[in-house]
Each structure stands twice: as structure tokens, then as C-alpha cells.
């Protein structure tokens, strides 16, 4: 079964940071892009960044950009966003998330486009 498992939410103050990782199971990790989204309480799930099979492309909602990095490490079957300058309109629920296809550029990613999707783990910014 594949398993897409998130860690490293938690509670920091505005102007702080923070560095999800995901861990990927059971899927031929190197054949698909990976990708970060969010939701907070009462809002849809939305983008936040992409990175393609090989990790030569990726790609940022403008709300992130210049903030945020993606990466990933596919020796270790591993995604990670690494969050600085974090803003209190950050807060939501991050999921990683997984699409098949070696893609040659990273692109902004539909919810209902994702192959696979972790449970989440809870970013909160406080002011």
C-alpha cells in the first residue's frame, strides 16, 4: 500500500520557521512529482508548491513564493518544504501529496489532479 506520512508541524511565532518532511511508501518514489497543499478551517485546499520527478523544476503559489522551498531527497524516498517568514495567514492543515508521471517542469497542481495524499500535519502561526 502507499503511504504518504507528514511530520514536523507544530506552533511558531510569526517571523519563524519551520521544515515539514514527508515520507513515501510503497510507490516507485522517482516516477512521480510531489507537491505540498494546505487548507485552513473554512477554506478549500489549495496549492502551495511542487517539485518535479527528479527535482530540477519547481514551482510556488505566489502567496509563498520567496518563503517556502521545496526539495526532495529520492534516496530517501523523502519531500520536504522548508518555511521561513512564517505569517499568521500560513496556518492550515499541510498535506503532502503525490502524482504520477515524470513530468519534465514542476506546475501549479488541482486537488483533484494528486494520485495520493497524506493525512496532514497542522501548521499553526501565531501573532
Known amino acids: 500500500q502507499v503511504q504518504l506520512v507528514e511530520s514536523g508541524g507544530g506552533l511558531v511565532q510569526a517571523g519563524g520557521s519551520l521544515r515539514l518532511s514527508c515520507a513515501a511508501s510503497?510507490?516507485?518514489?522517482?516516477?512521480?512529482?510531489m507537491g505540498w497543499f494546505r487548507q485552513a478551517p473554512g477554506r478549500e485546499r489549495e496549492f502551495v508548491t511542487s517539485?518535479?520527478?527528479?527535482?530540477?523544476?519547481?514551482y510556488y503559489a505566489d502567496s509563498v513564493k520567496g518563503r517556502f522551498t521545496i526539495s526532495r531527497d529520492n534516496f530517501k524516498n523523502s519531500m520536504y518544504l522548508q518555511m521561513n517568514s512564517l505569517k499568521p495567514e500560513d496556518t492550515a492543515v499541510y498535506y503532502c501529496?503525490?502524482?504520477?508521471?515524470?513530468?519534465?517542469?514542476?506546475?501549479?497542481?488541482?486537488?483533484?489532479?494528486?494520485?495520493?495524499w497524506g493525512e496532514g500535519t497542522l501548521v499553526t502561526v501565531s501573532s
Open positions: 501529496a503525490a502524482r504520477s508521471g515524470r513530468f519534465a517542469a514542476a506546475q501549479a497542481m488541482g486537488v483533484q489532479g494528486m494520485d495520493y
Open positions: 517539485i518535479n520527478w527528479g527535482g530540477t523544476s519547481t
Open positions: 510503497g510507490l516507485a518514489f522517482t516516477t512521480y512529482a
